[in-house]
Structure formats: C-alpha cells, structure tokens
C-alpha cells in the first residue's frame, strides 16, 4: 500500500508521548528495525489519550498506539510482537528457547508488575485518595520489588546486555523502566548493580539513544 498511490510505501505510524515508558520500548524497536515512522504526539498530561479519535485506535486510552496501512495495534508487548513477526530484520528474541523464555519473564516483570502501578492514572488516584506523599512509598515498593526480582532472574544470564551480547526484548522494557525510575522518581538503583551496569551499557546504544524521550518531536523545548 501506498500513501499517494505512487511507489513511496506508506510510513508506519506511532502514538506515542515522549515521556511514557511504554511508548520508548516501541521506539527502541522501530530504531532496531530501522523504520522512518511518523510520530504522533499524545499528550498525557492535557488528558489525549481519551479523545475520542485516540479512543478509536486504543479503547483503553493509554499510549502507544501503531497503524501500519490498515492495521492498528495497541499495547506495547503486542505491537512489538506484530513488528518482530512482520519485519524479521533486526530479531528482537534470540533463537536459544530458555533465552527467549527469559526474555518474556523480564518483560512481562516490568509491563505487568512495575509500570501498571505508576501509570499516571494509578499515581492521580493515590495523590487524591491518600494524599501526595502517599506516593513515593507505593512506588518504591513495588519498583523495589520488581527490580530485585529482574536483578536476581539476570544474574545467570545477563551478557553485556540482559540475556546476552545482542539488544533482545528484556531490553527493550528495561531500559526506559530503569531509566523513567531514576528520572520521574529519583529512584535509587545502586541495590541493584547488575541492572545499574546495564542502564550504562543501554545509554551507548544508539537505537535506544534516538528512542530516548528529550530526542522526541514532543519534547518541550523549554
Ligand atoms: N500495557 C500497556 C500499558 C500502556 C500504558 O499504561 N501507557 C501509559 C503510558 S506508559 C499511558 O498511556 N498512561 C495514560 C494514563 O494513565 O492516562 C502497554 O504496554 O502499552
């Protein structure tokens, strides 16, 4: 498909807010698989995510979103499989099952047990219900118990990067949940020396450097 019916192929569309975590583990995979994709900004904080157009895309009303031609594909785990099995360029999981088993247990850690519970909805609903300073603790907690779970579960398996020398899903999910801890939470990883060293090594890829969220169209520039 085209987008003026001549030979350009249509670009890959991403829904994405320069911010959210779960839009940067999709803009590290498109980078890895070399796309030119159009950026459409989101913007969380003046409440996008529930317009009703968005609302067409995800019905959930949360970033990110993809269009591919006819095609729309919400929920970061989803559009990243989609784009690995669409476009095998790049793999984002390594070929060794137990490897690749490790790969959607880190995975599944972080979008399943760390970002749900800091997702702006959940902190809004802690600062109005318990109060403000209810929510540092709530997120230590369990960012706590998330990052000792993926510190131990790579211990035995982590390379340069999480499972290895290549740039595989678990990485894709590491690198902005460790990084946004450390920004939006000051979180403190030291604890954690194996996932430390990883976010140095993360901050030397260029894929996840362009997908870093001040490089992103939406960034505000003051
Ligand atoms: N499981 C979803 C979670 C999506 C999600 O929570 N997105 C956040 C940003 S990282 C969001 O849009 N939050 C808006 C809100 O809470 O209103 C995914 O991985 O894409």
Redesign the pocket.
């Known amino acids: 498909m085209t987008s003026s019916g001549q030979d350009e192929p249509m670009k890959l569309q991403l829904y994405s807010?320069h911010r959210?975590?779960?839009?940067f583990r999709v803009r590290i995979a498109l980078n890895l698989k070399g796309f030119d994709y159009e950026y459409k900004p989101i913007n969380?904080f003046k409440g996008e995510?529930k317009n009703p157009e968005f609302l067409k895309l995800n019905p959930i009303?949360?970033?990110?979103a993809l269009v591919d031609g006819d095609i729309v594909i919400?929920?970061?785990?989803a559009i990243i499989m989609y784009l690995e099995e669409k476009y095998p360029q790049h793999p984002l999981l390594p070929r060794d099952l137990e490897k690749r088993a490790i790969n959607y247990q880190a995975a599944n850690i972080v979008?399943a047990s760390m970002?749900?519970l800091q997702?702006?909805?959940v902190v809004n609903y802690i600062e109005e219900k318990v109060g403000p300073d209810a929510i540092i603790p709530w997120v230590e907690k369990h960012l706590g118990k998330g990052f000792a779970a993926l510190e131990k579960l790579l211990k035995n398996h982590a390379g340069k990067y999480a499972t290895g020398d290549d740039v595989f899903l678990a990485d894709l999910f590491l690198a902005p949940q460790i990084r946004g801890s450390m920004k939006r939470f000051n979180f403190d990883m030291t604890p954690y020396p194996l996932l430390a060293r990883l976010h140095e090594a993360y901050m030397q890829v260029p894929a996840i450097q362009d997908a870093l969220p001040e490089k992103q169209p939406d960034y505000p520039s003051t």
């Open positions: 807010y959210s975590s779960c839009s969380l995510q009303g949360y970033v990110p919400a929920d970061s785990f979008s970002q749900p997702n702006l909805d």
